[in-house]
């Protein structure tokens, strides 16, 4: 294949590939990570008003990718993730 298994491994890795862009300078929208049930309220409103993209940090070709239009929505989504 044309990419490398590290490569490959990077881009899986939604925290990870986040780092490396941003360590690279390239411009990234407003991102959250949480892994705690008492965040999410405290994360929702980092992020602003919705939309809101909510990602599984593991995932390719959109598996676990879910656009929130609502704050609603959002807290829904997150819950549902975690269970």
Not at 18 to 42: E, K
Not at 67 to 77: D, T, Y
């Amino acid at each position: 294949t044309l990419n490398g298994s590290d490569a490959i491994l990077r881009a899986r890795d939604k925290l990870r590939c986040q780092q490396l862009l941003a360590q690279q300078g390239i411009g990234l929208p407003n991102t959250v990570y949480g892994d705690y049930p008492d965040d999410t309220s405290d994360l929702l409103a980092l992020l602003g008003k919705p939309p809101h993209v909510i990602k599984l940090v593991e995932g390719t070709q959109g598996t676990g990718v879910v656009l929130a239009e609502k704050p609603s929505a959002s807290r829904s989504v997150i819950e549902a993730f975690r269970g």
